[in-house]
């Protein structure tokens, strides 16, 4: 697609249920991160791929918290039995270039709110 | 410390000044930096990147990078009334992750 593509652009669900968020990167872009970001807070990183290598999971903050990239493309965002604190917006992006000179795209969003 | 800081501000200049943002960084090892650009309820988008010592300029836009005082600052020429937003600094070193910055929030006033 044009862009880094996000889905839900909202999602309010009840603590402790799971939800799910999706990302669609740009089309051909090998690399592809998840960011979370809370209300007056910087960008959180969680998780990144990088074509078939392993993952690093390094800032997930918890083991509620899970990802899995299909086929190169698609990414989901887990999180399991939510609770008040996760609330936040989710970002996703991409990047063509594992090269340390590449910036990324970020989608729009999931903004996720825990009630 | 934190990895990346930035002053929270706001900054306010008023319109068509130089409005100066700046950002210090940790690891030494750093190698390319970022500054973003955020509109309130919007996600970041990229408005320029520096990987060498030195100014690069791109418009209004001016990023300096000074690694041996690890400091990298972006600077808004002509500042206009759509300039108001917060402003992300970003750094890469050698994990393919950028560590973000909290941010400065940038007002500029008729």
């Known amino acids: 697609g044009a862009g880094v593509s996000q889905s839900p652009s909202n999602k309010v669900t009840e603590k402790g249920k799971d939800v799910e968020l999706r990302c669609d990167p740009i ?4 690399a592809l991160y998840w960011y979370r970001q809370s209300l007056g807070q910087g960008l959180e990183f969680l998780i990144y791929f990088q074509g078939n290598s392993a993952p690093d999971k390094s800032g997930l903050p ?3 918290f899970s990802a899995e990239r299909t086929g190169g493309s698609v990414s989901t965002l887990t999180i399991q039995r939510t609770q ?3 609330s936040a917006v989710y970002l996703c992006a991409s990047s063509s270039n594992t090269d340390n000179y590449y910036g990324y795209t970020f989608g729009s969003g999931t903004r996720l709110t825990v009630v | ?7 929270s501000g706001p900054l306010s200049v008023p319109e068509g000044a130089i409005a100066s943002l700046n950002c210090t960084y940790s690891d030494r090892v750093s190698q ?3 500054w973003y650009r955020q509109y309130s309820g919007k996600s970041p988008e ?3 990147s520096i990987y060498s010592n030195g100014d690069k300029e791109d418009g209004r836009f001016t990023a300096q990078l000074n690694k041996a005082s690890q400091y990298v600052s972006l ?5 206009q009334p759509s300039d108001s937003a917060t402003y992300l600094c970003a750094v890469k070193g050698g994990g393919n992750k950028l560590t973000f910055g909290t941010g400065t929030q940038l007002k500029v006033e008729l």
Request: net charge negative; hydrophobic share 30%.
């Open chain 1, 27 to 30: 089309s051909g872009h090998t």
């Open chain 1, 62 to 64: 918890s083991d509620r």
């Open chain 1, 84 to 86: 008040q604190e996760d």
């Open chain 2, 1 to 7: 410390q934190k990895e990346v800081e930035q002053n």
């Open chain 2, 32 to 34: 390319s930096f970022f």
């Open chain 2, 46 to 48: 990229l408005i320029m």
């Open chain 2, 75 to 79: 600077l808004i020429r002509d500042s």
